[in-house]
């Protein structure tokens, strides 16, 4: 059975960044790292039949800080209706579920809570995905939540020295992986 609780530092940072680098391998490589990420943010936690499973992080911001690429700011900023949340939207920074409890409904459920968190309160919702080609969960997580891919940017983190861009688990050497920007409209 899954429940999802709200984040608790004491009880959760270190469960929180052993999942993070088991699962992302991203550059979260002490707990002061992942405390700066989640101290932004709101964040709940997935226990599966007692054992923390995963958690998502988000938080409402300018579009300009949800979404990294110049070309989408652009594209969206157009779309946006900002009477719901002035110029806020939702911005999720780090969605993460253990591979071995993947498939169980948890990344569901954390994603039915952001978007029940955010309603109202901002007219859109982003995620920019790291396409780790060893971990490709989230693209059927975020279509069934109804997300839609905007675009995918081949090589993004080694073009762009983002983060992951020089110690990426799943790429030798250089990281060749992608992002993917999906969004969701709550107002439509």
């Excluded at 960044?17 to 707990?31: A, D, T």
């Excluded at 226990?47 to 911001?61: H, L, N, W």
């Excluded at 029940?116 to 060893?134: D, I, M, R, T, Y």
Aim: glycine letters at 8%; a positive charge; charged letters at 20%.
């Amino acid at each position: 059975m899954v429940k999802i609780q709200t984040y608790c530092q004491e009880a959760h940072i270190w469960d929180l960044l052993k999942i993070v680098q088991i699962n992302r391998g991203s550059g979260y490589k002490c707990v002061k790292e992942l405390e700066d990420t989640l101290n932004r943010s709101v964040v709940f936690v997935a226990t599966y039949e007692g054992e923390i499973a995963g958690f998502v992080a988000f938080r409402m911001c300018p579009l300009e800080e949800a979404v990294l690429v110049e070309g989408a700011v652009k594209h969206f900023e157009k779309r946006l209706t900002f009477a719901v949340g002035g110029h806020l939207v939702g911005s999720i920074n780090l969605l993460v579920v253990d591979q071995g409890f993947q498939k169980k409904g948890i990344g569901r459920k954390l994603m039915e809570k952001v978007l029940e968190e955010l309603k109202g309160k901002v007219s859109a919702v982003f995620l920019q995905a790291w396409n780790n080609p060893n971990n490709p969960a989230v693209e059927p997580l975020m279509h069934s939540q109804g997300f839609k891919t905007w675009k995918v940017y081949e090589g993004f983190y080694r073009k762009h020295k983002v983060g992951i861009a020089a110690q990426c688990p799943a790429c030798p050497g250089v990281c060749q992986c992608s992002m993917t920007i999906y969004y969701r409209w709550l107002n439509d």
